[in-house]
Protein backbone atom coordinates (compact mmCIF):
# COMPACT_ATOMS: atom_id res chain seq x y z
CA UNK A 1 0.00 0.00 0.00
CA UNK A 2 3.12 2.19 0.29
CA UNK A 3 2.42 5.53 -1.79
CA UNK A 4 -1.40 4.26 -2.15
CA UNK A 5 -2.47 6.35 1.01
CA UNK A 6 -1.37 9.57 0.09
CA UNK A 7 -3.43 9.09 -3.35
CA UNK A 8 -6.62 10.70 -3.41
CA UNK A 9 -7.50 8.89 -6.69
CA UNK A 10 -7.24 5.44 -5.03
CA UNK A 11 -9.07 6.13 -1.71
CA UNK A 12 -13.28 5.26 -1.56
CA UNK A 13 -15.02 6.87 0.89
CA UNK A 14 -17.24 3.98 2.75
CA UNK A 15 -21.32 4.32 1.88
CA UNK A 16 -23.96 3.36 3.83
CA UNK A 17 -24.79 0.65 1.03
CA UNK A 18 -21.99 -1.25 1.43
CA UNK A 19 -21.98 -4.87 2.93
CA UNK A 20 -21.12 -5.68 6.25
CA UNK A 21 -20.53 -9.22 7.03
CA UNK A 22 -23.05 -10.66 8.98
CA UNK A 23 -22.15 -12.76 12.16
CA UNK A 24 -22.67 -14.84 15.48
CA UNK A 25 -21.71 -13.53 19.12
CA UNK A 26 -18.55 -16.06 18.40
CA UNK A 27 -17.97 -13.99 15.06
CA UNK A 28 -18.93 -16.90 12.89
CA UNK A 29 -20.08 -15.28 9.45
CA UNK A 30 -23.76 -15.86 8.26
CA UNK A 31 -25.06 -13.44 6.02
CA UNK A 32 -24.34 -9.95 4.24
CA UNK A 33 -26.57 -6.80 4.62
CA UNK A 34 -26.26 -3.51 3.64
CA UNK A 35 -24.48 -1.59 6.18
CA UNK A 36 -27.63 1.05 7.11
CA UNK A 37 -29.93 -1.43 7.00
CA UNK A 38 -27.81 -3.75 9.65
CA UNK A 39 -27.57 -0.49 11.65
CA UNK A 40 -31.25 0.57 11.07
CA UNK A 41 -32.49 -3.54 12.56
CA UNK A 42 -29.42 -3.39 14.98
CA UNK A 43 -27.94 -6.86 13.53
CA UNK A 44 -24.71 -8.24 14.88
CA UNK A 45 -22.06 -7.94 12.11
CA UNK A 46 -18.30 -7.74 11.96
CA UNK A 47 -16.54 -4.47 12.14
CA UNK A 48 -12.71 -2.99 13.00
CA UNK A 49 -11.20 0.02 14.62
CA UNK A 50 -7.45 0.96 14.23
CA UNK A 51 -5.87 3.00 16.95
CA UNK A 52 -2.60 4.80 15.77
CA UNK A 53 0.75 5.99 18.18
CA UNK A 54 3.73 7.88 17.59
CA UNK A 55 6.87 6.70 18.91
CA UNK A 56 5.82 9.45 22.27
CA UNK A 57 2.82 7.04 22.56
CA UNK A 58 0.75 9.70 22.02
CA UNK A 59 -2.69 8.69 20.34
CA UNK A 60 -4.05 9.76 16.71
CA UNK A 61 -7.71 10.68 17.00
CA UNK A 62 -10.24 11.71 14.09
CA UNK A 63 -13.37 13.71 14.02
CA UNK A 64 -15.78 12.02 12.13
CA UNK A 65 -17.30 14.39 9.04
CA UNK A 66 -20.11 16.12 9.50
CA UNK A 67 -21.93 14.34 6.54
CA UNK A 68 -21.61 11.09 8.38
CA UNK A 69 -25.04 9.29 8.57
CA UNK A 70 -24.21 8.69 12.23
CA UNK A 71 -21.90 9.92 15.11
CA UNK A 72 -21.25 12.83 12.94
CA UNK A 73 -18.42 15.26 14.23
CA UNK A 74 -17.63 13.12 17.11
CA UNK A 75 -13.74 12.45 17.88
CA UNK A 76 -12.95 8.82 17.76
CA UNK A 77 -9.74 6.72 17.62
CA UNK A 78 -7.55 6.84 14.23
CA UNK A 79 -10.31 4.66 12.31
CA UNK A 80 -13.06 2.51 12.34
CA UNK A 81 -15.27 0.52 9.55
CA UNK A 82 -16.10 -3.00 8.34
CA UNK A 83 -14.44 -6.02 6.61
CA UNK A 84 -16.37 -6.07 3.19
CA UNK A 85 -17.60 -9.44 2.77
CA UNK A 86 -14.88 -12.11 1.91
CA UNK A 87 -12.16 -9.77 3.13
CA UNK A 88 -10.32 -10.54 6.40
CA UNK A 89 -10.58 -8.08 9.59
CA UNK A 90 -6.46 -7.44 9.27
CA UNK A 91 -7.00 -6.27 5.52
CA UNK A 92 -9.46 -4.26 6.36
CA UNK A 93 -8.07 -2.48 8.86
CA UNK A 94 -4.98 -1.56 6.67
CA UNK A 95 -7.01 -0.75 3.90
CA UNK A 96 -9.35 1.97 5.67
CA UNK A 97 -6.62 3.37 7.66
CA UNK A 98 -5.31 4.18 4.09
CA UNK A 99 -8.13 4.83 2.78
CA UNK A 100 -9.79 7.21 6.23
CA UNK A 101 -6.64 9.00 7.10
CA UNK A 102 -3.53 8.59 4.46
CA UNK A 103 -2.09 6.54 6.76
CA UNK A 104 0.15 3.04 6.18
CA UNK A 105 1.61 1.37 9.09
CA UNK A 106 2.42 -2.05 10.43
CA UNK A 107 -0.74 -3.25 12.16
CA UNK A 108 -0.84 -5.61 15.46
CA UNK A 109 -4.08 -7.36 16.65
CA UNK A 110 -4.56 -6.32 19.95
CA UNK A 111 -8.37 -7.71 20.81
CA UNK A 112 -11.73 -8.24 20.31
CA UNK A 113 -15.09 -7.12 21.85
CA UNK A 114 -18.49 -6.96 21.10
CA UNK A 115 -20.95 -3.82 22.44
CA UNK A 116 -24.87 -3.23 21.45
CA UNK A 117 -25.50 0.69 21.97
CA UNK A 118 -27.90 3.18 20.14
CA UNK A 119 -25.96 5.66 17.89
CA UNK A 120 -25.90 9.67 17.39
CA UNK A 121 -27.53 9.97 14.21
CA UNK A 122 -29.01 12.97 12.23
CA UNK A 123 -32.09 14.01 13.89
CA UNK A 124 -34.32 13.15 10.97
CA UNK A 125 -33.30 9.60 10.81
CA UNK A 126 -34.43 7.05 13.10
CA UNK A 127 -32.40 5.24 15.81
CA UNK A 128 -29.48 3.32 14.90
CA UNK A 129 -28.17 0.76 16.47
CA UNK A 130 -24.55 -0.72 16.96
CA UNK A 131 -24.26 -4.17 17.52
CA UNK A 132 -20.47 -5.29 16.46
CA UNK A 133 -18.29 -8.11 16.84
CA UNK A 134 -15.13 -4.98 16.71
CA UNK A 135 -11.35 -6.66 15.98
CA UNK A 136 -9.39 -3.92 17.08
CA UNK A 137 -5.77 -3.31 15.91
CA UNK A 138 -2.85 -1.13 16.71
CA UNK A 139 -0.11 0.13 14.89
CA UNK A 140 2.64 3.13 15.03
CA UNK A 141 3.16 6.06 13.05
CA UNK A 142 5.82 9.07 12.41
CA UNK A 143 4.29 11.71 9.94
CA UNK A 144 1.40 13.76 9.22
CA UNK A 145 -2.21 12.07 8.24
CA UNK A 146 -3.64 12.96 5.16
CA UNK A 147 -7.35 12.25 5.91
CA UNK A 148 -10.04 12.22 3.46
CA UNK A 149 -12.55 15.25 4.40
CA UNK A 150 -15.30 13.37 3.28
CA UNK A 151 -14.67 10.99 6.49
CA UNK A 152 -12.98 13.43 8.51
CA UNK A 153 -13.45 16.58 9.83
CA UNK A 154 -10.50 16.93 11.78
CA UNK A 155 -7.42 14.97 13.90
CA UNK A 156 -5.23 15.26 16.30
CA UNK A 157 -2.67 13.81 18.86
CA UNK A 158 -3.31 13.32 22.34
CA UNK A 159 -1.54 11.77 25.02
CA UNK A 160 -3.49 9.29 26.91
CA UNK A 161 -3.77 10.68 30.27
CA UNK A 162 -4.98 14.19 28.63
CA UNK A 163 -7.02 12.07 26.27
CA UNK A 164 -8.19 10.31 29.57
CA UNK A 165 -9.02 13.21 31.79
CA UNK A 166 -11.42 14.62 28.49
CA UNK A 167 -13.02 11.63 27.53
CA UNK A 168 -14.15 10.96 31.41
CA UNK A 169 -15.09 14.84 31.47
CA UNK A 170 -16.90 15.81 28.39
CA UNK A 171 -18.11 11.78 26.94
CA UNK A 172 -20.70 13.35 24.60
CA UNK A 173 -17.52 14.69 22.52
CA UNK A 174 -16.77 11.27 21.86
CA UNK A 175 -17.87 7.83 19.66
CA UNK A 176 -19.80 5.49 22.14
CA UNK A 177 -17.58 3.03 20.80
CA UNK A 178 -14.34 5.17 21.76
CA UNK A 179 -15.93 5.17 25.42
CA UNK A 180 -15.92 1.90 25.85
CA UNK A 181 -12.28 1.61 24.80
CA UNK A 182 -11.35 4.23 27.36
CA UNK A 183 -13.56 2.40 30.00
CA UNK A 184 -12.25 -1.32 29.16
CA UNK A 185 -9.78 -1.30 27.23
CA UNK A 186 -7.36 1.27 27.92
CA UNK A 187 -4.14 -0.23 29.05
CA UNK A 188 -4.67 -2.26 25.77
CA UNK A 189 -4.98 0.49 23.32
CA UNK A 190 -2.18 3.21 25.55
CA UNK A 191 0.17 1.05 27.35
CA UNK A 192 -1.05 3.59 29.98
CA UNK A 193 -3.01 2.71 33.56
CA UNK A 194 -7.19 3.30 33.55
Known amino acids: MN ?10 ADTAADDVIVVDLDDNAIGALPKLEAHRRGVTHRAISVM ?8 LLQRRAADKYHSPGLWTNTC ?16 RLAEEMGVDCRLSFLFTMH ?10 DEALIEDEVVHVFGGQYEGTPLPDPSEVDDWRWA ?13 ERYTVWFRIFRRNFW ?5 AKR
Open 80 to 95: CSHPRPGETASAAAAR
Open 52 to 59: VRDPQGRL
Open 115 to 124: YRAQVASDPA
Open 159 to 171: APAELARDVDLHP
Open 187 to 191: PALTG
Open 3 to 12: GLAHDPAWRR
